[in-house]
């Protein structure tokens, strides 16, 4: 049911959005601060600090709020429901494909989600941080799939690709985190803050040289994966 499907992803793309900030605040609080004062130590990163841990505290009782309200409860429920609805009553389409085995539908669903990742990691040292951003969910999407169907194959092939996947999702995790990093610091200035712009100024120069050292064997780990053999053929 398209729109079900519809309703639920946007729903689901709201709640991810409250959880995501959260997420956000902790990595700029537990990760990224902690790592830049001993090379800042002259500069008042403990200020920018008592600022941000504000700023997470709100995004902590956001996501309790979201989790809490009756909305919440509804969206699971309805899920529960209309995957129930579906398996029990499957429409013509679905039926086809539940009397096939999942094991022969698997190799298709990963060639899809590899040649997704493929295509959108061409040309990858001249992505810009959107594109970079695009290539990265593809690839969470791969290992998902990976992930799901791995009982089907060997495990060794499994881990080899695997390893593979996780050393580029390495990379570009690191590369998202140092851009995000940007935007949080910039947001504590300009929230009325002033006095904390020096310490973000340095944070951010901080940031930009951890962005790109991060980015140094991007071309690599992307060249790897993409000349990787499959295992689910």
């Not at 709100?58 to 609805?85: I, N, P, Q, T, Y």
Request: hydrophobic share 40%; net charge positive.
């Amino acid at each position: 049911d398209a729109d079900g499907a519809r309703r639920f992803t946007e729903t689901l793309r709201t709640y991810g959005e409250i959880l995501g900030a959260a997420r956000d605040w902790d990595v700029f609080c537990l990760e990224t601060l902690p790592a830049a004062m001993p090379d800042l130590s002259s500069e008042r990163l403990e200020d920018l600090n008592s600022a941000a841990e504000v700023e997470r505290q709100l995004a902590h009782e956001a996501v309790a709020a979201a989790l809490r309200g009756r909305g919440f409860s509804e969206m699971v429920l309805g899920l529960v429901s209309w995957s129930d609805v579906g398996a029990l009553s499957p429409s013509g389409h679905d039926a086809g494909l539940t009397r096939r085995h999942l094991s022969t539908l698997a190799p298709s669903l990963l060639d899809r989600a590899a040649r997704t990742m493929r295509r959108r990691g061409r040309h990858v040292s001249r992505l810009s941080e959107a594109g970079r951003h695009d290539l990265r969910k593809s690839l969470k999407k791969l290992s998902v799939d990976i992930e799901a169907l791995a009982p089907f194959y060997g495990t060794k092939a499994v881990k080899r690709y695997r390893r593979r996947c996780e050393a580029l999702e390495k990379i570009l995790g690191a590369a998202n985190d140092a851009a995000v990093t940007d935007g949080l610091a910039h947001n504590l200035v300009a929230a009325d803050r002033a006095e904390l712009s020096k310490a973000a100024r340095a944070l951010e120069h901080w940031n930009t040289v951890r962005g790109r050292k991060a980015l140094i064997g991007l071309k690599a780990a992307m060249r790897n994966l993409r000349h990787a053999p499959v295992f689910w053929y």
